[in-house]
């Protein structure tokens, strides 16, 4: 049973940068496309980026491109977002999670993923 542990959310102003990491236990992800996704309250979880099992690859919803980086340690089972210019429409619970299917590349629905974190709250401020 794959554990994912997300941690860096806080508090910063519009413009701050943060760096989300995903730690995971029990189980690798080193051959797995792994996903942010984030969700802000009343709203459906939505995709941030995804990353391929190899980490060749690297997938980001429009509002966050140029933006965001995902990168991944697979030594050391980790995943990472790193969130610059950050702005208040970014405020949300941000969620790491791996996806279903070995050695794959892009996946953008939560139905593809089967393992989640608990997610980190990352409030941005004007």
């Known amino acids: 049973q794959v554990q994912l542990v997300e941690s860096g959310g806080g508090l910063v102003q519009a413009g701050d940068s943060l760096r989300l990491s995903c730690a995971a236990s029990?189980?690798?992800?080193?051959?797995?496309?792994m996903g942010w996704f984030r969700q802000a309250p009343g709203k459906e979880r939505e995709y941030v980026a995804v990353?391929?099992?190899?980490?060749?690859?690297?997938y980001y919803v429009n509002s966050v491109s140029g933006r965001f980086t995902i990168s991944r340690d697979n030594a050391k089972n980790t995943v990472y977002l790193q969130m610059n210019s950050l702005k208040p429409e970014d405020t949300a619970v941000y969620f790491c999670?791996?996806?279903?299917?070995?050695?794959?590349?892009?996946?953008?629905?939560?139905?593809?993923?089967?393992?989640w974190g608990q997610g980190t709250q990352v409030t941005v401020s004007l």
């Open positions: 990353i391929s099992w190899s980490g060749s690859l690297t």
């Open positions: 029990g189980g690798t992800i080193s051959s797995y496309a």
């Open positions: 999670a791996r996806s279903r299917y070995n050695r794959g590349t892009y996946y953008n629905a939560p139905s593809d993923y089967d393992y």
